[in-house]
């Protein structure tokens, strides 16, 4: 592996010692940014949070442009306005005053390994304390339902409060799938968050997925990130939704059928966390185990047998 720590550079003017935060926020892609949730997350934290770019990595050793092209203008005669792609580290402050990183740009292509190390390099210099993905995914939900988001994480005794939702299968890795295999390995705690985007809406912005995904990073973090304003779009994609269905018969019936299953899985999901959650940990059945050995030598002592004849 060729060395990880030259893959990342510090902006010119800022030094790395006096940077510090607890929480570092990774936007990058994954299969597919479904619902654009990344993106809008990105915008609504780059737009209404104090930041500046602290430092970038290498995107043109990490991009497969030919795979995944990015866009260029051609003006009649000439091309212009090519916005190279490019994935950075921001320094952000939240409402609160606390500062926390944020990792975005697009999905690595190439050196993974190398890529993680590098960012477990930088974990390391910069004293965070934990780190959060955030992803989107296709799914088959209605557009009518709240958005659900469920949870993975590099320890299952991160997400020990949540019921698991889906089972044990294997499916293509992903660059965030890999990143926190090798941030676990080293003793990094990281946690992703997952919202899923009904299926038939994935390849649109979907503000609803956005805003529920933010809500669930701050509640995650504890950070006061920016929740409002997404409200307003979702109205406007529902209403466009809803009058694309009432329009199709076939519509109306598998939008029926979606809602019958997402009911039926939150139903099943709030019975497995209530059950999950009336389960003692291990710490507690310990503690329980050694107050009752404990108490094994409070009773008071058994009376001597009389000897009298």
Request: without cysteine; proline residues 6%; glycine residues 8%.
């Amino acid at each position: 592996m060729l060395d990880p720590t030259s893959l990342f550079t510090w902006e010119p003017h800022v030094d790395q010692r006096t940077l510090r935060a607890d929480t570092l926020v990774v936007t990058l892609g994954s299969y597919v940014d479904a619902g654009h949730t990344q993106r809008l997350l990105d915008a609504q934290l780059i737009e209404q949070l104090p930041n500046r770019v602290v430092g970038r990595f290498d995107a043109d050793q990490l991009l497969d442009y030919a795979g995944r092209r990015p866009t260029i203008t051609f003006d009649r005669d000439h091309f212009s306005e090519y916005r190279k792609p490019e994935v950075n580290l921001h320094l952000m402050t939240d409402h609160d005053g606390t500062d926390f990183f944020l990792l975005n740009g697009p999905e690595p292509a190439l050196q993974w390994e190398r890529m993680a190390a590098s960012v477990n390099h930088v974990i390391e210099q910069l004293g965070v304390k934990q780190t959060v993905l955030v992803q989107s995914m296709p799914a088959p939900a209605p557009h009518t339902r709240p958005v659900a988001v469920t949870r993975f994480a590099s320890d299952p005794e991160l997400v020990a409060d949540e019921a698991p939702v889906l089972g044990t299968f294997q499916l293509s890795a992903s660059f965030t799938g890999v990143l926190t295999v090798r941030l676990g390995e080293a003793g990094h705690p990281a946690l992703g968050l997952v919202a899923h985007v009904p299926h038939y809406i994935a390849d649109n912005d979907y503000p609803a997925a956005a805003g529920a995904i933010m809500a669930a990073l701050r509640d995650t973090t504890q950070l006061a990130v920016p929740v409002d304003g997404f409200d307003l779009g979702a109205g406007i994609v529902r209403a466009q939704i809803d009058n694309q269905v009432a329009e199709s018969e076939e519509l109306t019936q598998m939008v029926g059928a979606l809602e019958r299953g997402y009911d039926q899985f939150a139903e099943e999901r709030h019975l497995r966390n209530v059950e999950n959650a009336q389960l003692p940990s291990a710490d507690e059945i310990g503690q329980k185990f050694e107050e009752f050995l404990a108490d094994l030598g409070d009773g008071p002592a058994p009376e001597a047998e009389s000897t009298d004849g």
